[in-house]
């Protein structure tokens, strides 16, 4: 079985993020999704998310092209994830390129282009502007 891995922390769930989903799960046929926790996120980005990491696996374990979902405590441990669940690929956008070279070791690394125009940041600064 190919098994793929992607990362991510799909906050305020936009067509950005099943995209790259069903294009990662087009690329093997079991694609497990890493969902960053809130303490994660909060260290990445300086901001909670506005949905919490319950919520947002629950909307991620729902998707058709998911088969299975965790919850990814630190950016460091990626190798010891791929690891684990025994992964043949690592899916990421284009905005982490060359980020993850280091796990190529254990796994081929393939960075897809972004969709254009949406994020999750660019979604929250448009309705706060609306307030
Ligand atoms: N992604 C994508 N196209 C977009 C937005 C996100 O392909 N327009 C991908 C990212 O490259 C990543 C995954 O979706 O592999 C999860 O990204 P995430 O950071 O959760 O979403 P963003 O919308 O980029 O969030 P933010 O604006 O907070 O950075």
Request: glycine content about 4%; hydrophobic content about 40%; charged content about 30%.
């Amino acid at each position: 079985m190919n098994r793929v891995i992607t990362f991510g922390t799909f906050d305020v769930f936009h067509v950005g993020h099943i995209n790259i989903l069903e294009r990662a799960r087009e690329l093997g046929d079991y694609l497990i999704v890493g969902v960053s926790s809130d303490e994660l996120n909060f260290s990445k980005k300086k901001r909670y998310p506005i949905y919490n990491q319950k919520d947002r696996v629950k909307i991620i374990s729902s998707l058709k092209c998911v088969d299975e979902v965790f919850v990814e405590e630190s950016l460091e441990l990626k190798l010891e994830y791929i690891k684990k669940y025994n992964v043949k690929l690592l899916v990421m956008g284009d905005d982490w390129q060359g980020k993850f070279d280091w796990v190529k070791s254990d796994c081929d690394v393939l960075y897809l282009p972004r969709t254009p125009s949406i994020s999750t940041t660019e979604i929250i600064e448009v309705v706060k502007a609306s307030f």
